[in-house]
Nanobody, 125 residues
């Protein structure tokens, strides 16, 4: 069993930065780890993914602004978010999933087995 607990959300002005963290409890070393987000009235979308080989993938909307990385010593997954925009406002979720995934599957919420409770990010203009 895996448990995921996010932290680090908050309110920031456009152009600012935030770092989200996800503490994982249980064995996640061979799993895909990801950050998803969901804005009101919209579907949950994949933002950034990292695998056990530390390969990373990003949604086009966040490339060059967000960085996903692991801290294995602390068993945490992090998302550094820079140059934030109002359209980044959403609930952000940490997720973990088993198995090999195609590029399309990486960004599908259905491919992930465990989820955190979410942390709110609000970016004001």
């Amino acid at each position: 069993q895996v448990q995921l607990v996010e932290s680090g959300g908050g309110s920031v002005q456009a152009g600012g930065s935030l770092r989200l963290s996800c503490a994982s409890f249980g064995y996640t070393y061979n799993m895909y780890m990801a950050w998803f987000r969901q804005a009101p009235g919209k579907e949950r979308e994949g933002v950034a993914i990292i695998d056990s080989d530390v390969s990373t993938w990003y949604a086009d909307s966040v490339k060059g602004r967000f960085t996903i990385y692991k801290d294995n010593a602390k068993n945490t997954l992090n998302l550094q978010m820079n140059s934030l925009k109002p359209e980044d406002t959403a609930m952000y979720y940490c997720a973990a999933g088993y198995g090999r995934k195609s590029y399309v599957q990486l960004f599908s919420a259905f491919e992930y087995n465990y989820w955190g409770q979410g942390t709110q990010v609000t970016v004001s203009s």
